[in-house]
């Protein structure tokens, strides 16, 4: 095995919780060799509703957008220099690059003009200036210009890490949104959105009770699904679409939820929560029976894998298949993502294709990400 290069990968998905970051170590080939140190930053509650705000349209919204990304890039700057002020953390000089997300606020592949776009907001060549480190982002868009949706793109770095055992398995991301990924022996990975993860369970209970997440699922349990708001929440086409599929906010947002709760008698809202708790278990726990029958174990990864009461519901959805955190094949839940992105960084500063076209649907294999040198 080869000493390994330095990355760091940073992640702000649609929860719009903040900014989880990880300085990590990979081979030359991209094989994962584990991560150094992990920090999370909330965003200051100013820019989360800036943030909120620019993900529907509004008055000046090119003004907005470009100063939203120079505040997620100091933003971005900041977990960079967190990790690096750990103790036994190498010189910034050392980290060979940054893949940085950005924060997504619009993600429509395909559409308007046939190639349609994804915005991922943050300014790359800021974040270069800040860190003095070479940055990797926009990592999405390559994919959509050569047809495909963008997303997921974790799916490969997923069989980097958890596959190769022979065992046929499943990943699911529980973010805002969910994403499944599906491994098997000698197989290209299969992979795609499922719909909402916590971004619905968490505008109802911020709503509600003034919190930013339910903790542990903990409201959720006190209540009880409703079957008839439940099937009309699923009656959603998205969910039967076949792959390549990708989703966000542009769906799965307030106003969405809003007429399919008015077509109904009033519920509490803490049914409406536990009911929202279960449209996530239900639609991965069916995209996983559909898609996955043969796999030998769900690993959860994301901020739901801390919900205690959806981790709950998908073992009783899934009988016979253990549903597990990814913390018990060696990287905990909110590292996951952070880590793929620092392996799409050194994907692309080794001039290697990564997003797999039988996950996202593109022509073929791309080269992804824009660079900003240090
Ligand atoms: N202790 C917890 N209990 C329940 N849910 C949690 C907990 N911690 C985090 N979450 C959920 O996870 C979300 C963040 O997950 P994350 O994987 O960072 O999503 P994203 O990639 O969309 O940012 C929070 O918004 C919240 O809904
Ligand atoms: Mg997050």
């Not at 330095?6 to 990590?24: A, R």
């Not at 050392?94 to 190639?115: E, F, K, M, N």
């Not at 086409?237 to 792959?243: D, N, S, T």
């Not at 901020?303 to 905990?332: H, I, K, W």
Request: charge should be negative.
């Amino acid at each position: 095995m080869s000493a390994g290069e330095l990355f760091v990968g940073l992640m702000s998905g649609t929860s719009l919780d903040g900014v989880d970051g990880v300085l990590c170590r990979l081979g030359a080939d991209g094989a994962w060799q584990g991560v150094i140190v992990h920090a999370h930053q909330p965003f200051a509650p100013a820019l989360r509703e800036r943030l909120m705000a620019l993900q529907a349209s509004g008055p000046d919204e090119l003004h907005r957008s470009a100063l939203a990304a120079n505040a997620v890039a100091r933003a971005y700057a900041d977990v960079v220099a967190l990790l690096l002020q750990a103790e036994d953390a190498p010189p910034a000089r050392s980290v060979r690059a940054i893949g940085a997300h950005g924060q997504t606020v619009r993600h429509q592949p395909g559409l308007h003009d046939g190639c349609g776009y994804t915005v991922q907001l943050l300014n790359g060549a800021l974040l270069a200036e800040l860190s003095g480190i070479d940055v990797v982002c926009d990592l999405r868009s390559r994919d959509v210009a050569a047809g495909g949706q963008g997303a997921p793109l974790v799916p490969m770095f997923h069989q980097g890490v958890f596959g190769g055992d022979g065992r046929a398995r499943a990943i699911v991301n529980i973010g805002g949104i969910a994403n499944l990924t599906v491994l098997r022996p000698g197989l290209p990975p299969r992979g795609f959105d499922c719909g909402p993860g916590n971004a619905l369970m968490d505008h109802w209970i911020e709503r509600h009770q003034g919190c930013a997440y339910d903790a542990d699922g903990a409201w959720a349990t006190q209540g009880r699904a409703d079957p008839e708001l439940l099937a009309r929440l699923l009656d959603e086409p998205f969910f039967r679409l076949p792959a390549p599929k990708s989703t966000g906010r542009d769906l799965f947002r307030p106003d969405w939820l809003q007429p399919r709760l008015a077509a109904g008698g009033p519920l509490a809202p803490v049914d409406v929560q536990t009911t929202l708790c279960e449209l996530t278990a239900r639609a991965i726990a069916d995209d996983v029976r559909r898609e996955a029958a043969d796999a030998t174990e769900l690993l959860v990864c994301g901020g739901g894998a801390l919900n205690g009461r959806l981790m709950q519901r998908l073992q009783a959805l899934l009988p016979g298949l253990p549903v597990r955190p990814t913390d018990a094949r060696g990287l905990p839940v909110m590292q996951v993502e952070a880590a793929a992105f620092a392996w799409l960084a050194s994907m692309q500063v080794h001039r290697r294709p990564a997003g797999e076209p039988a996950v996202t649907g593109a022509r073929g294999p791309r080269i992804l990400g824009a660079l900003h040198p240090a």
